[in-house]
């Protein structure tokens, strides 16, 4: 496509062609559900046929891959399956509209486009539909002033990002045992989404009182981006979580692990603000209904299956989780299973070698099925009588972020120590083999355990990494980032230092960070 944008839209700009964009955009774009979509297409009165009261593709039926309808004529097709493509190749109706997200697509230039026209339409009808719906105001990009314009013209240096940029790293300074806490904020202010979430200024505060952490939060990130290279003093931080979580104040060295959960949990409550609904006033569709940043990133929905050993009749029950807090062999829990033994094979890119254990051994023997004994009797819906059953765990919806716990740390009423089992973890996980929709086609004889290429959808890439040095009276956590694509950085409080692939590989592992490698969008 030119610079000066796509010539193909001024054919379509003729006649009535502004109402006509309007009309989809009020009635197939902006409209919320299927079902919205059909009531207001009823009532536009604006012509359209009976053909055009459900979005549907009109070749194959189905409502998603991502369907596009036609801007010369009443036709819906679905673009992942190109009936789009093949209506705009036999009619040469070279525009259509995503009816997901509003963009233009042009088939000639092959390519999603910008006209200023089109913009102001879409956007002028995305506020309408906002106000109609109750919800108001949306968070909407920024677009430059006049003035800001000016500025820009007059001052052209821009900072630019290489791979060598050093951006967004800055060491923070130690309070009195604070490592705990320093290594959870290194590793939270390099989740992508969570980062772009901050410095796009997207939370709006209700709270009255100056107490909001994600507030303190936002200010986190601005000083973490800032460029400066001096280490941040975070007391501000720490007060806020000492008044939120009081079961952390003090100096006392305490668990990162239990800081995680904390800082996710008081930013999860003061989010409320940042929640959005959806088009019918809904909560979000995730396990802990909520679409705060914090739901959206960290939430995943972990299935527990029950099943009778007498009717084998199943109970299901789906309860959100942030982490998984995985058993480690040397534990007192007995651990089973091992991979398949010593032999060099490759698991989710693991070796196996002289029987190590690998973080795939840990989720094997996490979502294994586990006898839960006569001492555990349920009461079973089927048999109306307590009988001994089998208990299942699988994941049902995978988070963006997902963070493994290794437990490193057993307390019991005889033991308290730490457990240094060398556990080797990958830079690429494939979550497939423990999906619940993988464990019931295993069920009915469907699955089968194939590297495939094209299916992206529970792959991880690892970016942060925090490790426990010491034992457990007397320790220190210190944390590995990824700053870019394999490059990673070692923070120990104030001091940050290059590091390998190679020494986060082979460091013990206490919490382990991963990222979806391809985000789904709702």
Not at 87 to 103: E, S, T, V
Request: proline residues 3%.
């Amino acid at each position: 496509m030119s610079p000066a944008g796509c010539s193909h839209v001024n054919g379509y700009k003729v006649d009535n062609w502004k109402q006509n964009l309007r009309v989809i955009y009020q009635c197939f774009v902006w409209s919320g559900t299927a079902e919205t979509r059909r009531r207001k297409v009823l009532q536009s009165g604006a012509g359209w046929p009976e053909l055009a009261k459900s979005c549907i593709c009109h070749m194959c039926g189905a409502h998603l891959n991502r369907l596009h309808s036609c801007l010369y004529c009443v036709f819906f097709g679905c673009f992942t399956k190109k009936h789009i493509h093949e209506h705009a190749r036999n009619k040469r109706h070279n525009l259509a509209i995503d009816l997901l997200y509003g963009g233009i697509y042009c088939f000639v230039c092959q390519d999603y486009i910008y006209d200023k026209d089109m913009e102001q339409i879409a956007k002028e009808e995305q506020r309408k539909a906002w106000k109609l719906q109750g919800i108001g105001e949306k968070y909407t990009t920024w677009e430059p002033t006049k003035r800001e314009l000016e500025l820009l013209r007059h001052n052209p240096k821009r900072r630019k990002i290489t791979t060598n940029c050093t951006i967004g790293l800055r060491g923070l300074i130690n309070l009195g045992n604070t490592c705990f806490m320093n290594c959870i904020v290194q590793a939270l202010t390099h989740t992508p989404l969570l980062r772009d979430f901050f410095l796009s200024d997207r939370h709006k505060c209700e709270m009255q009182s100056n107490s909001c952490l994600v507030c303190e939060m936002s200010q986190l990130f601005q000083e973490f981006y800032s460029g400066h290279r001096s280490p941040h003093i975070p007391f501000r931080l720490l007060h806020l979580v000492w008044t939120h979580a009081r079961h952390l104040a003090g100096y006392e060295q305490q668990d990162a692990h239990e800081f995680l959960i904390a800082a996710l949990d008081v930013l999860h409550r003061h989010c409320k603000g940042d929640t959005i609904r959806d088009d019918n006033g809904k909560k979000a569709n995730n396990p802990n209904h909520c679409n705060c940043i914090i739901d959206q990133i960290f939430t995943g929905g972990l299935q527990s299956d029950v099943t009778c050993q007498v009717c084998h009749g199943v109970s299901t029950t789906i309860d959100p989780f942030w982490d998984i807090s995985l058993d480690l062999p040397g534990s007192s829990t007995p651990f089973w299973p091992l991979s398949p033994g010593g032999d060099g094979s490759t698991v989710n890119g693991e070796s196996h070698l002289s029987g190590s254990t690998t973080l795939t051994d840990c989720l094997r023997r996490f979502t294994r099925p586990e006898h839960l004994g006569s001492s555990a009797k349920i009461k079973c819906g089927g048999c109306h009588s307590y009988q001994e059953s089998t208990k299942q765990l699988t994941m049902k919806k995978l988070p963006i972020v997902a963070c493994f716990h290794l437990k490193r740390f057993e307390h019991s009423a005889k033991l308290r120590r730490k457990i240094t089992t060398y556990v080797s973890f990958p830079l690429e996980l494939d979550m497939t083999p423990f999906m619940a929709s993988s464990k019931e086609s295993r069920m009915n004889g469907q699955y089968q355990q194939t590297v495939d290429v094209l299916n992206n959808d529970n792959k991880y890439s690892l970016f942060a990494v925090v490790n426990h040095q010491g034992t457990l009276e007397s320790g220190h956590y210190t944390s590995f980032i990824r700053q870019h694509k394999d490059q990673w950085f070692k923070c120990d409080d104030a001091i940050i230092t290059k590091a390998s692939i190679k020494d986060v590989l082979d460091s013990e592992g206490y919490l382990l960070f991963y990222h979806k490698q391809f985000l789904e969008y709702e």
